[in-house]
C-alpha cells in the first residue's frame, strides 16, 4: 500500500478563535462533497509553538463532549485539541469508524483515499492553515473506540504526520498476526516482515486503566475472535503488547511501544485524558 499523495485547499477565511470552538471541513475527495464538523479549543497565547492533539471520540461518536472534556487540560498545558467528528451518518458501524473503513461492505480492500484514516493529515493541514500554527506534526489520542481508530491508524498509516500515538482501554485491537483475518489480525492486508518491523520499531503508547476490568460492559466486543485476547480491555492490551514484544524478539527489532497502566481508573475517558496529557505536556 503506497503512501497517499493528494493535493487539497482550505479556506484562509475561516480561522479558528481562541475558546471553543467548532469548524466544518470537507475538503477532501474522499469525503465526496459531504462535510466532517471539528471542533476544537484553543488557549491563549501564541499559537505557532502550541504543541496540536488529536483527540478520537469513543463509540457514542460525541466528539463535543470529548472536546469538553479536554478543555481545562488544553488551556493548562497549552495544547491546541482537534477533535474530528466521525457521525454516524458519515461513518456507519464498526467498519466505517474502528475499522477505518479499510474494507467496503462486500469485504473488498477500499482504495487509501476512502480510508477514514486518510482524513487526519488532511484535517491537520486545515488546523494549520486556519490557526497559523508552525507545527509539522501533531500527537494522537484515542479512547474506547477511539482507541481502535487510533491503534489501527498506527498499523496502516505508515507514513502519516502523527508523532506520539496513544491507544487507550481499546475493547479489541488488530494482533500482529498474518494468520488471522482483519479486523482482529493482519491476513490479507499486505503485511510483511518489512511493515511488521517498521511498526515494532516506532514508538506507541498503550495507556490502560487498571480498573478497567468488567467482563460485561456494555459496549465490549464478546465475539469468539476478541475473547481471545482476554476476558476484559486490561486483559486485551496486555495481550496486545506482550505479544507484539514476543514478535520483536523473535524478528530482532528494537521494540518501542510501551504501556502506560493508570491505577484506579476504569474505562473512564475524562481520567485517562488527565493522565496522558501530564505524561505528554507536563514538562
Request: neutral net charge.
Amino acid at each position: 500500500m503506497s503512501a497517499l499523495l493528494l493535493i487539497y485547499t482550505f479556506p484562509v477565511w475561516a480561522q479558528l478563535t481562541e475558546g471553543s470552538g467548532m469548524f466544518e471541513f470537507s475538503a477532501y475527495p474522499g469525503l465526496a462533497g459531504k462535510t466532517m464538523r471539528i471542533f476544537y479549543h484553543k488557549p491563549t497565547g501564541e499559537v505557532g509553538d502550541m504543541p496540536i492533539l488529536f483527540v478520537m471520540h469513543g463509540v457514542l461518536r460525541n466528539a463535543e463532549t470529548y472536546r469538553d472534556n479536554w478543555v481545562e487540560l488544553s488551556d493548562t498545558y497549552k495544547v491546541l485539541v482537534i477533535v474530528p467528528e466521525f457521525s454516524n451518518e458519515l461513518f456507519p458501524g464498526s467498519r466505517s469508524y474502528n475499522y477505518g473503513n479499510l474494507r467496503s461492505s462486500s469485504g473488498t480492500l477500499n482504495d487509501e483515499q476512502h480510508w477514514s484514516f486518510s482524513l487526519l493529515d488532511p484535517i491537520f493541514d486545515d488546523v494549520v492553515s486556519r490557526s497559523g500554527s508552525k507545527q509539522q506534526r501533531y500527537d494522537l489520542f484515542g479512547h474506547s473506540a477511539g482507541s481502535q481508530f487510533v491503534h489501527r491508524f498506527f498499523l496502516f498509516k505508515r507514513h502519516s504526520k502523527a508523532n506520539r500515538v496513544v491507544a487507550a482501554n481499546a475493547g479489541g485491537y488488530t494482533m500482529l498476526d498474518l494468520d488471522v483475518d482483519f479486523p482482529y489480525g493482519l491476513k490479507g492486508m499486505g503485511f510483511d516482515k518489512e511493515r511488521l518491523s517498521h511498526v515494532l520499531g516506532r514508538e506507541l503508547i498503550i495507556q490502560l486503566g487498571e480498573e478497567d476490568i468488567d467482563p460485561a460492559h456494555r459496549h465490549l466486543n464478546v465475539s469468539a475472535e476478541a475473547m481471545r485476547q482476554g476476558r476484559h480491555r486490561l486483559e486485551r492490551g496486555m495481550t496486545f503488547f506482550s505479544s507484539a514484544k514476543e514478535l520483536a524478539k523473535r524478528l530482532n527489532i528494537d521494540f518501542k511501544w510501551n504501556v502506560r497502566l493508570v491505577p484506579g481508573v476504569a474505562h473512564e475517558n475524562e481520567k485517562m485524558a488527565v493522565d496522558i496529557a501530564q505524561y505528554l505536556y507536563a514538562h
